[in-house]
C-alpha cells in the first residue's frame, strides 16, 4: 500500500525558531568580534540550540557566515522616478537605511567592511550580496540622471556611484554604524552633484 502523498519525509522538521536564532546569533557576534573570532561553539551558546541542530544546517564556520550575510540582504527595489536624482537617491538611502536597521546591518557593516579587505572569499561574499545590489540600484538612478541632463553624459557611472555612496560609506565607518551621523542623504548628495552637474 502506498504511502498517502502528504506523508512526512523521516525525521523531525526543522525549526524556523532555530533557522532564526542560530543566524541572528552569528550577526550578533559578527558585529561583536568580527570574522575571524567567531566560533561555532560561541554561536551554539548564544543561540541555545543543540551542536546537532547547528551542524545539521552548517557544516562549517564559512557556511553558516555565508548564510547570516545572505540573510542580511534584502532587496533594494529601483525607485520610482520622482523627477530628480536627489529625490531617487534619497528614497534608496531611506530604504536601505530602515533595512540595515531592522537587520542590525548598521553596526555589523562597519566591522565587516574593515576585515574584507584581507580575506577574498569574505570580499567576494560581501561584494555579491551586500554591496552589488546596491550599486546596481545607484547605476540605474545615475544613467535616469544623465537620461534628463542632471548628471554630464561624459561622466563614468561607476565613478559617480563611488562619489555618491562613498559619503555614506565614511561616515559609517566612523561613527561606527550610528544612524544619525550618516547625515541626510539630500544634502550629501547636493555636495557631490556641483561636480558632476553638466558646465
Known amino acids: 500500500m502506498s504511502a498517502p502523498a502528504s506523508a512526512r519525509p523521516p ?47 552548517y557544516g562549517s564556520k564559512e557556511e553558516l557566515v555565508r548564510a547570516a550575510i545572505v540573510h542580511l540582504n534584502a532587496d533594494i527595489p529601483m525607485p520610482e522616478d520622482t523627477g530628480s536624482v536627489t529625490g531617487d537617491f534619497a528614497v534608496t538611502a531611506q530604504t536601505v537605511l530602515a533595512g540595515a536597521a531592522r537587520t542590525g546591518a548598521l553596526t555589523l557593516m562597519p566591522r565587516l567592511l574593515s576585515e574584507v579587505t584581507g580575506d577574498p572569499d569574505m570580499h567576494a561574499l560581501f561584494s555579491e550580496h551586500l554591496v552589488e545590489p546596491r550599486r546596481r540600484v545607484v547605476r540605474g538612478i545615475v544613467e535616469r540622471a544623465k537620461a534628463r541632463g542632471e548628471i554630464r553624459a561624459d561622466v563614468d557611472t561607476d565613478l559617480a556611484v563611488d562619489l555618491m555612496v562613498g559619503p555614506f560609506i565614511y561616515r559609517m565607518i566612523i561613527s561606527g554604524g550610528d544612524p544619525a551621523a550618516v547625515g541626510n542623504p539630500a544634502e550629501l548628495l547636493g555636495a557631490v552633484l556641483a561636480g558632476l552637474r553638466p558646465r
Not at 523531525?12 to 533557522?19: I, L, V, W
Not at 557576534?29 to 541542530?53: C, D, F, I, N, Q
Open 11 to 57: 525525521g523531525r522538521p526543522r525549526s524556523t525558531e532555530a533557522d532564526e536564532a542560530i543566524l541572528r546569533a552569528a550577526l550578533d557576534l559578527l558585529a561583536e568580534a568580527g570574522y575571524r573570532a567567531l566560533t561555532m561553539e560561541a554561536v551554539r551558546e548564544r543561540s541555545g540550540v543543540g551542536k546537532a541542530t547547528l551542524y545539521r544546517r
